[in-house]
């Protein structure tokens, strides 16, 4: 669970890379939901200046209009037939404060699986089997990243080679480092940040030709 809180309520989800959506095999659909609902109810939310030390704490949202656009998503995803089965609300005090929200009954397809809400707001879908779960994760016009969490390290590598997306966490979310490159796929990110890709942005690659020896005679320069 602690990557689930790092992934999406970490700076109230106003990450580029958040983990909005969790895409769960439906055997263990419930009982995921119910754990991520009481981890965002755990959560405490208030100015951050109240909540000096890193932990189960979570800031505002960065404006109104910001607050009220997601507020909005979460409306909206009510009225297409998701459940807030915690969350979905500001809170009635002052600042941008959303409550953490986790949204069940969520179907790809739905505006809230298909855009970047920017906020405290996770979504649980179900799975039948790898391949649907493959095909849900690319099935949005984005892909920044995307995360792998199973026991088994051949099924993620399998997964991660069919998965549309520039980064790849495996068993955790927020990996790499500078060395490590970052982009996304589709209309997410421009180009590539860090690591060597990176680099290829400030140098132009020139094609050497075979060396061919002339002499100067040859081309009518000489005496």
């Not at 119910?34 to 800031?59: C, I, Q």
């Not at 997601?70 to 009510?78: F, H, N, S, T």
């Not at 990996?175 to 590539?192: I, M, W």
Request: aromatic share 8%; glycine share 12%.
């Amino acid at each position: 669970m602690s990557s689930v809180r790092w992934g999406i309520f970490f700076n109230a989800g106003q990450v580029c890379s958040a983990l909005s959506r969790l895409i769960v095999h439906r055997d263990v659909h419930d009982e995921i939901a119910d754990r991520v609902a009481d981890l965002a109810k755990s959560l405490s939310v208030g100015p951050g200046m109240e909540r000096p030390d890193f932990g189960d704490n979570m800031g505002p949202m960065i404006s109104e209009k910001q607050l009220e656009r997601a507020e909005g998503l979460c409306r909206q995803a009510e009225s297409e037939g998701a459940a807030a089965i915690t969350g979905g609300r500001r809170l009635n005090r002052p600042g941008y404060f959303l409550e953490p929200t986790v949204f069940t009954g969520v179907s790809p397809e739905m505006t809230i699986a298909r855009t970047e809400v920017f906020g405290p707001v996770l979504s649980v879908l179900p799975f039948e089997d790898d391949r649907q779960a493959i095909e849900i994760a690319n099935g949005t016009d984005y892909g920044l990243v995307a995360g792998v969490f199973t026991s088994d390290l051949d099924r993620a590598t399998a997964a991660m080679r069919d998965l549309k997306a520039g980064q790849i966490f495996v068993n955790e979310w927020y990996a790499g480092g500078v060395e490590t490159p970052f982009g996304g796929y589709k209309k997410s990110g421009y180009g590539r940040e860090k690591g060597r890709e990176a680099l290829w942005n400030y140098v132009q690659t020139k094609e050497r030709e075979p060396r061919l020896v002339v002499g100067l005679r040859d081309l009518g320069l000489g005496c």
